[in-house]
């Protein structure tokens, strides 16, 4: 392999995506590796932010109908488009509450057990918050979650086998909530294979997409998962907290919200304010509380980048940089006692690279000093995560270089080996 900047110069030059690099605002002495945490600022989303608070100072409460973006139907115009990007019907995704909150509209939806079938599936290795969601739900209907919620072990920390998710499942799960993407090791699970096991055993299933929203074309048209739910702060870059998203198979439609409230209900019958619900017969019916419309705002910029990017292409580009980024570590940095963690199969991985290493949390910090932002998660883990629209594969070769310096010269020994309050 070439490892000289050279190359990578090259790669920037052929690379499709590279003008859209324009379209973020970063530092430009700043090498930014954490759009996996929090994408970053575009042009677009400001722009849209900017939109909606004049049609907020110009209309005042005619915002909710009148103007270039009414606030009545924005969630449900977003949904459409954001169901595009993982192969959805316009009517199957909201965008609504966040991550955690729409996992419990899902859970009191979905989650009815029986006294044969009264379980959860998850596994181990899955999101803290998505777990806390299921214990407060097994809770919330006088089940236990030491005997309710069975989590699937890993055998070496990072990694699930699809096997043993799928032995899982056996006559008293009721329902499967898996991760699409693994948050710390990035490891993508075979989801038609787990979605077919599944529902050859009567079990809903269901996926946190957190971590491939936005990086993987899903097709779940194809898939027929029975809903899921993510955040879009991500790889869908709509700002800190921004509002998330959760899709409702259309087999489901009809199906009367678990936590019901006044934006659940049938649009036309809305205003009607009669105290008997009559709910929407799509995702819509999942959202509970007035639309976040200020928060809304970045994703209408956002969507417009992908839409002109295309999933397809935005893909190809992050398997390319992280591919290019794990062969740069191989030659350079195996030395110093790194270890590629996530699945090196094109289809078997999400959009960041994870290296574990026995002094990550001062190597995060080191490379922090060079004005390289990584991301650092227990045990011992470093996040690098190459995003598709801004970062160039220079960038990936200078991260690699400065590592090499970092461990060559043990800057990292300056720093305490123990994560910060935020991680």
């Known amino acids: 392999m070439n490892t000289t900047i050279d190359y990578a110069r090259v790669l920037d030059q052929k690379d499709q995506l590279g003008h859209f690099r324009d379209e973020f605002y970063s530092k430009e002495d700043t090498i930014y590796l954490d759009g996996n945490s929090l994408g970053l600022l575009s042009k677009r989303s400001e722009e849209s932010v900017y939109h909606l ?17 009414p606030w009545f139907y924005l969630s ?3 949904g459409s488009k954001m169901g595009q990007l993982i192969g959805a ?20 939806t979905f989650f009815n057990p029986t006294p044969t079938r009264n379980r959860i599936l ?19 209907k006088g089940l236990s979650p030491s005997e309710h919620l069975i989590q699937v072990e890993s055998k070496d920390g990072y990694i699930l086998d699809e096997q043993d998710i799928i032995e899982a499942m056996d006559n008293s799960i009721q329902m499967v909530i898996l991760s699409s993407v693994l948050y710390r090791s990035g490891q993508l699970l075979d989801m038609k294979r787990l979605i077919t096991a599944a529902h050859e055993r009567g079990i809903l299933i269901g996926f946190d997409l ?10 779940f048209n194809e898939l027929q998962p029975d809903f899921a739910f993510w955040c879009n702060y991500k790889y869908l870059n709509s700002g800190p907290g921004s509002v998330g998203g959760l899709y409702v198979n259309e087999r489901h439609f009809g199906k009367e919200p678990g936590l019901a409230g006044w934006f659940s209900s049938n649009k036309e019958k809305q205003f009607d304010m009669e105290h008997v619900l009559q709910f929407e017969h799509h995702a819509g019916a999942f959202q509970v509380g007035t639309p976040h419309i200020l ?13 002109e990017a295309g999933m397809k292409n935005v893909h190809e580009k992050s398997l390319a940089l992280t591919s290019y980024f ?36 001062s190597i995060c910090k080191a490379l922090r000093s060079h004005q390289v932002i990584p991301d650092y998660r227990e045990p011992n883990l470093l996040r690098l995560a190459p995003i598709a629209f801004y970062n160039k594969y220079e960038e990936v070769w200078k991260t690699v270089e400065i590592l090499k310096e970092i461990m060559e010269k043990e800057e990292y020994r300056l720093y305490k080996n123990e994560r910060n309050v935020i991680a």
Request: hydrophobic letters at 40%; one cysteine or more; a negative charge.
């Open 53 to 69: 608070l004049n049609s907020w100072k110009d209309y005042a409460i005619e915002g909710w109908m009148n103007g270039l973006t």
């Open 76 to 78: 449900e115009e977003l």
């Open 89 to 108: 019907n316009e009517k199957e995704v909201i965008v609504t509450g966040s991550t955690t909150s729409n996992l419990h509209q899902l859970l009191a």
């Open 122 to 140: 998850a596994d181990e290795l899955t999101f803290p918050s998505d777990i806390y969601a299921m214990k407060s739900q097994l809770k919330l």
């Open 210 to 219: 957190a971590h491939s929203i936005g990086v993987i074309p899903h097709d």
């Open 295 to 307: 928060s809304l705002a970045p994703i209408i910029g956002s969507l417009e980048l992908f839409q």
């Open 326 to 361: 794990m062969e740069l570590i191989e030659q350079e940095l195996t030395q110093y006692s790194f270890k590629i963690i996530n699945p090196r199969e094109d289809n078997k991985r999400g959009g960041h690279v994870c290296l574990h290493h026995q002094e990550a949390a």
